[in-house]
Each structure stands twice: as structure tokens, then as C-alpha cells.
């Protein structure tokens, strides 16, 4: 079976920080304004070591800091082996009262295809991944040799959410600036552990999210089994495993933003052999229900919007995907930039201000789609799902000796 195994964690020291101070959110939505406000929160903030910038060598710098902060207490190791219930619950885009509950542990590390060293089932990636330089996260975990931040797995082990015993008062708990509450909880009795790691090996974990980061682990366990063999800690990374299950999962889209079409361009006229084009009117809070309920996109143009019906005879080599089906359109287009974006207004208010050309606004993947694909040995195209709410970096920290 794959393994997922407890670890001692390196957690912030609860008798000196609060964890709504110094927990991050991704490194990968931060910006440079996010990033200062996170710090002058407090400088010890998660973001100083899992987005270091500036100076000669800031991942030098990071993995200093890491070390001074293990040296000085400001992270202390918990003593025996753990597994952390967390759980994040949060009002969804509908207004209704949400929650995600998932464990965090080490996850054993294998490609697409080759059968864990442990033996079992599989890992499995759900969508490909955008060309984007995975040297940064390499560089910063080569100077670390820790996992600062998990990736995000789903299993299908029914009932993987009832083994965590989240009734006893949390560890941690704490609100962020966008609402959610974040909420930890230590699991050390042995035969939890054990339920636990029985369960998630059940099953193929798919990856949700971090493709980038688990990739990085990969080529990062390479590496170290070349210099000093297998079965180290590097053969495992830090997840999120939460039960692949619609009542724990929101399931945002990504949209999609153009620019860099000729001057004068008709992108509605260009995209009708492919989809029926009718208008949509404003573009207000509730145009996701409609979009879902009519069974379109919409394409948002600086003088208004449109609904797009799919043509099912122009889609036939598109998969059951809004992602799939604009892949399909956009291949028939001049040469063009794409830019994912999510978020409804992100994409009204890029394109009101003429920072993009046209944006292309998408329906959600299903979890059902999700395992399917996932299952059968395929992929999304890429940025397809947004996971919300995202996990906060900083909960704990597992070094890799």
C-alpha cells in the first residue's frame, strides 16, 4: 500500500504566536503587497521563508532563517510521530455554511503510472500543469530540505472524515482575512494513526492541488536517492488529504482572460462556429446559477456580455469540460496571450480597464468529473479547478532530515 505516515511536525510555538499572525496563504496568490502586509503582521510570518526575495541568495536566506527560528524556539518539534486533523469552514458564494476536513501527513511520492515502491494504489494527477519554472520551489526546498507548504490530496476512501476526531477543542483556531475559520487538531493515539494510513492507502490519492510542488518533491527525491539512497524522508511530501466528497469540496473555475488579438478583432464572430452566442446582459452575483442552469459560458467583451452555447457538432473533440470545450475555440484564433484568472469580478474588472482584451468566464468542474478523468488515467487542461477555500501555510512545517 502507499504509505501516509505521521511525522513529528515543526509547529509555531503556541505560547508566543497566534496563528492568524504568522500563517500564509499559498505562496503562489501572493502578491508583493500581500506579502509586505503579511509581514509587518508579524516578521516571523510563514511567508519569509516559502516566498523569500531579495539579497544575493534569498533561499539561502530562507533556509537560515528556518534554522534560527528552530535554534531560537520560535518552532518547536512535537515529540512523537502526529497526523493534524484541519479543518477550514467558511460561508460559500451562495451564502451557505461550508466546511473542509482533511488530515495532514506524509504522502509517498510516485509519477503518473509507476506503482508506489510501497506497492498499491497510485497517485494521481487530475489536470496538467502550465510551462512554468520549477526551479524556484527546487532551489528553496534543496537549501531548506524541509516541506514549508503540502500539496492537496483527494481520496475516494469513504468515510475518511469520521475517522478524524475533531470533537475535542482544536489545538489552533483562528479567522483570516477572507472569513474562513481555520481549525488544527494533533492526533496521536495510535490506533487513529493507524485507521487513517489504512484508509488513504485504500485508495489512488488524486492530486487537487500543488501539481507544481508535488512535481518538485519528485524531481527533489531523485536527487537525494541518487546521493544517499531510497527510503529517506524525501521519499514522502507533505499533504492535505481530504475525503473526495461533494459536501466537503467547493470546486471553484478558472477563467479565462485574452488579450494581444489584431486591432479591431471580432472574437464574438470568431467564436460562433463554435458556440451559439446570445446576450447575457449585466454581469452580476448571480450569473454563475444562470450559467449553470442554461448550460453556457459567457464572454465578456468591454461593451457587454454574451452567453456561449456550446455547438455540439464543434465539440467532438472536446471533453465534458467548459476548459475543454474553449481549448477547442482558441486553437482557431490568431496568435494570442491567455491568462488564467478566477473570480467573476477579476475578470469584469481586468477587462472594464482594458487590461485584457476579452475574458471568457467558465463553469466549474464536478467532483464526479474529477475522479473520472482522474481514474482513467487522463487529465483536465490546465488551471480547470480552483479549490477554495486554500489551506494556510504555516499550520506545521516536516523537515526531511
Known amino acids: 500500500m502507499p504509505r501516509f505516515e505521521p511525522f513529528p511536525g515543526l509547529r509555531y510555538d503556541p505560547a508566543r504566536f497566534d496563528a492568524a499572525d504568522v500563517t500564509a496563504p499559498p505562496y503562489d496568490v501572493i502578491d508583493g503587497a500581500d506579502r509586505a502586509a503579511l509581514l509587518e503582521r508579524h516578521p516571523d510570518n510563514a511567508v519569509r521563508i516559502d516566498l523569500p526575495l531579495g539579497g544575493p541568495d534569498p533561499y539561502a536566506d530562507a ?28 460561508v460559500d458564494e451562495a451564502g451557505r455554511p461550508r466546511r473542509t476536513t482533511g488530515v495532514l501527513g506524509a504522502l509517498e511520492l510516485s509519477r503518473p503510472g509507476e506503482i508506489p515502491e510501497s506497492g498499491g494504489q497510485p497517485i494521481l494527477p487530475h489536470e ?49 482575512a477572507d472569513g474562513v475559520t481555520h481549525s488544527v487538531w494533533r492526533l496521536t493515539d495510535p490506533e487513529v494513526l493507524t485507521a487513517i494510513s489504512a484508509a488513504i492507502a485504500s485508495e489512488p490519492v488524486v492530486i487537487a492541488d500543488g501539481h507544481h510542488r508535488y512535481e518538485t518533491s519528485l524531481a527533489y527525491r531523485d536527487e537525494r536517492r541518487a546521493a544517499d539512497g531510497p527510503d529517506g524522508d524525501y521519499d514522502l511530501v507533505l499533504t492535505y488529504v481530504v475525503e473526495l466528497a461533494e459536501d466537503e469540496l467547493t470546486v471553484l473555475p478558472i477563467h479565462r482572460l485574452v488579450s494581444g488579438l489584431p486591432q479591431g478583432f471580432d472574437l464574438l464572430a470568431a467564436l460562433a462556429p463554435f458556440f451559439e452566442p446570445y446576450p447575457a446582459g ?48 482558441l486553437a482557431a484564433l490568431p496568435p494570442h496571450d491567455l491568462v488564467f484568472q478566477h473570480g467573476v469580478e477579476h475578470v469584469r474588472d481586468r477587462v472594464e480597464s482594458g487590461a485584457a482584451q476579452a475574458g471568457v468566464l467558465l463553469r466549474p468542474a464536478s467532483v464526479d468529473q474529477i475522479v473520472e478523468i482522474a481514474r482513467g488515467g487522463e487529465r483536465m487542461p490546465p488551471k480547470t479547478t480552483f479549490f477554495s477555500p486554500k489551506p494556510r501555510t504555516g499550520v506545521v512545517f516536516r523537515t526531511l532530515g
Open 63 to 90: 533556509a537560515a532563517t528556518f534554522r534560527a527560528w528552530q535554534r531560537d524556539g520560535v518552532l518547536l518539534t512535537d515529540a512523537e510521530p502526529s497526523f493534524y486533523a484541519y479543518r477550514m469552514a467558511y
Open 128 to 176: 496538467f500543469t502550465t510551462p512554468k519554472a520549477k526551479t524556484d520551489r527546487l532551489d528553496l526546498l534543496r537549501a531548506t530540505a524541509a516541506n514549508l507548504s503540502g500539496v492537496w490530496g483527494l481520496s475516494p476512501a469513504a468515510g475518511l472524515t469520521a475517522l478524524l476526531p475533531t470533537v475535542e477543542p482544536p489545538l489552533a483556531s483562528w479567522d483570516d
Open 282 to 329: 449585466p454581469v452580476g452575483p448571480d450569473l454563475a446559477t444562470i450559467m449553470t442552469a442554461e448550460g453556457v459560458l459567457t464572454l465578456v467583451l468591454p461593451d457587454g456580455a454574451w452567453f456561449l452555447r456550446p455547438r455540439p457538432e464543434a465539440m467532438t473533440a472536446a471533453r465534458d469540460l467548459d476548459s475543454s470545450r474553449l481549448d477547442v475555440a
